[in-house]
């Protein structure tokens, strides 16, 4: 089994500035964050949270089929304040694929990719081609949309990101968000495993048999060979 290990990266919602009087009252439902949990809780195990739950780290873990590999995914939501930027860090040096998330309904949270991305710079230093997917979160909202789709599209195209507009609530292309991601890796991956060494074969054949040919004349000193003339 093929193992992927990926981190999710969206803006912090609001409600997380007040994370201590939430852990007090529990949970609370102020909606702000991109949702990246919502989107780990529908691919991982097909739910939708309707309540906003700033965790602080989650881990979640699915295994997929993926062009005819079984991969087992180990994916990880981290809180998006700035308090947990080590742990950004963390998992983003330990991650193969990315998914940086924003809002359709939050233009800050668009204008946050950038940083989010630099997050993965900083910490892949000299990785080249390092999987990225972004999604534009929340499509379901269309009444609220703050960015049109041509401009995560822009974005996308221009930094070799794959891109999707996806909603944790409809289910909107989040398979396939995160399907694309991990082909990606699996792609990655690949081309950093050395290939696999040809075993020799079980009975090596003998050289063919090559003609004696006796020296035609000999000459120098006796006993001491130095040339033959043929
Ligand atoms: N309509 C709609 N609501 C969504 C969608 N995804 C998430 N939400 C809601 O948005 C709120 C925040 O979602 P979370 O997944 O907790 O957000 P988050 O990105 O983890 O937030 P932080 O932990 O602060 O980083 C919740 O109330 C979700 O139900 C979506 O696709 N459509
Ligand atoms: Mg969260």
Redesign the pocket.
């Known amino acids: 089994m093929q193992q992927c290990q990926i981190l999710i990266l969206?803006?912090?919602?609001m409600?997380?500035l007040s994370f201590d009087l939430k852990l007090e009252d529990g949970l609370c439902?102020c909606?702000?964050?991109?949702?990246?949990?919502?989107?780990c809780c529908r691919f991982a195990a097909n739910f939708?949270?309707?309540?906003?739950?700033?965790?602080i780290e989650d881990l979640y873990e699915k295994q997929v089929s993926v062009n005819g590999e079984d991969v087992n995914i180990q994916l990880y939501?981290v809180?998006?304040q700035e308090e947990y930027f080590p742990l950004h860090d963390y998992h983003a040096q330990r991650s193969e694929g990315f998914l940086l998330?924003y809002s359709i309904t939050s233009r800050t949270s668009f204008e946050r990719i950038r940083e989010l991305h630099h997050t993965i710079l900083r910490n892949k230093p000299g990785e080249a081609d390092i999987p990225v997917v972004l999604l534009a979160?929340?499509?379901?909202?269309t009444r609220d949309r703050q960015v049109p789709a041509i401009e995560g599209e822009i974005l996308a195209r221009k930094m070799g990101w794959h891109f999707f507009e996806?909603?944790?609530?409809?289910k909107t292309n989040v398979d396939e968000a995160f399907v694309e991601l991990v082909a990606r890796v699996r792609q990655s991956q690949k081309v950093e495993e050395p290939p696999t060494p040809t075993p020799p074969p079980l009975s090596p054949s003998p050289p063919p048999p090559q003609p004696i040919e006796e020296p035609a004349e000999e000459v120098g000193v006796p006993g001491c060979r130095i040339c033959v003339i043929m």
């Open positions: 969206g803006e912090a919602g409600c997380g439902d909606g702000a964050g991109v949702g990246t949990r919502a989107l939708f949270p309707e309540d906003y739950d700033p965790v939501d809180a998006g998330a979160n929340k499509c379901d909202l996806t909603s944790a609530k409809t």
